[in-house]
């Protein structure tokens, strides 16, 4: 299956909104980042587990990609393989910035029905998570992943990502990147590699504290795109990829959203690039003050879009009018089943109820038999 790739709306929105994440994500001093060409031909990791003083680190957002996690963050993988990780499921609900990224991926602990559910099975050709196909049967009825409150989905697949054996110096850097602590915090979580063996591994989890869990935020397209190209890249499962295909993709559908946009970044974009260069150049003594800017900058940020930008402009975390849509599609579309349902119920109805199904039945055949 290839991976689901989101088609901008407006091409010269979208131009505008390219602009600003070059801006914002991409000019940093070359100094503070390396590029390098993306290697695909990384051995798996051992049954040993990675050599003394290297870790393990889970990726399962854009660093899956390795245009991004290679080519623009300089890492280079020493070993990685593909894994699960059962107690947590992917949602976004990280706030990044409104109108052109409104937020980035994070996991939370993840909520099932029957504690059967929580195991995934291992098939011959790879993993292959159960969970994930109950899920898929509930969003073909209407369930979308990116409801109101990203948390409340119960019976999300498990996360799935790859584990890279990287260096200190590497795992320093992908810190850095990920916004220095600011955003993140190291936790350690079990995972399941392909081969059915147990790996701990670090990761990166944004506390409550930090997210915007009931904004409804919708990740922007070409955030959607990397997630789903690295998925596709290392072979995550068929039935894990359909479900991040379910995901929409934040959408501009106004023009004072467009005006919006433009003051937003006019106003913020210089101290986010001097905010991002500060916690990517930090480390050591220097980290808590770099913190510090950092969650005063983004706050003063949301705090601005909060009482000013989405009252007067819009909102710039989810597609305008599109829960509405939905609610009156559900309303007015009727699946092939439930008509059948319907034709069966007004059948019933007209023959004078169940209970005299068979006589009335009876009395059809006799009257078509005298024509």
């Known amino acids: 299956m290839s991976s689901t790739h989101y088609d ?49 680190y889970l990726a399962y957002g854009s660093n899956l990609d390795a245009g991004v996690f290679q080519g623009r963050r300089g890492i280079k993988p020493l070993s990685a393989t593909v894994v699960t990780v059962p107690s947590l499921t992917l949602v976004f609900d990280l706030p990044g910035i409104a109108y052109i990224e ?50 409340d989905d119960v019976d999300a697949p498990a996360l799935m990502g790859v584990v890279y054996e990287v260096t200190p110096e590497d795992y320093a850097t992908i810190i850095a990147t990920e916004g220095g602590g600011a955003s993140y915090a190291d936790v350690t979580v079990e995972c399941i590699s392909i081969d059915g063996k147990s790996l701990k591994a670090h990761t990166l989890l944004a506390p409550t504290t930090k997210t915007r869990p009931n904004s409804g935020a919708q990740a922007s397209a070409r955030y959607l795109n990397i997630i789903s190209s690295g998925a596709e890249q ?103 089943p439930e008509k059948t349902h319907r034709v069966e119920d007004m059948f019933v109805t007209a023959m004078g109820g169940e209970t005299n199904m068979e006589s009335s039945v009876a009395s059809l055949s006799a009257s078509w038999d005298k024509l």
Not at 27 to 46: E, G, H, N, W
């Open 8 to 56: 901008p709306v407006d091409t010269s929105f979208s131009n505008l909104s390219l602009t600003a994440i070059r801006l914002l994500d991409h000019y940093t001093p070359s100094f503070l980042t390396s590029q390098k060409s993306p290697d695909m031909a990384i051995p798996s990791i051992t049954s040993d587990g990675p050599a003394p003083g290297n870790i393990l």
């Open 102 to 151: 409104p937020c980035f991926a994070n996991v939370r602990t993840r909520k099932v029905n029957a504690p059967s559910e929580k195991q995934p099975l291992v098939a011959e050709e790879g993993l292959e998570d159960m969970e994930a196909t109950v899920v898929l049967s509930k969003l073909s009825e209407g369930r979308y992943r990116d409801s109101e409150d990203p948390n």
């Open 234 to 336: 290392h072979g995550l499962p068929e039935s894990y990829r359909s479900w991040l295909a379910r995901f929409r993709p934040y959408r501009v559908t106004t023009l004072r959203q467009r005006v919006g946009c433009v003051l937003f970044v006019a106003m913020w974009a210089p101290a986010v690039m001097v905010t991002f260069a500060v916690s990517r150049w930090c480390s050591g003594s220097h980290k808590s003050w770099a913190i510090k800017i950092s969650e005063s900058v983004f706050g003063g940020m949301w705090s601005s879009y909060d009482r000013l930008f989405k009252p007067y402009f819009g909102d710039g975390e989810r597609t305008e009018g599109e829960k509405e849509k939905e609610v009156d599609e559900e309303k007015t579309a009727l699946s092939e």
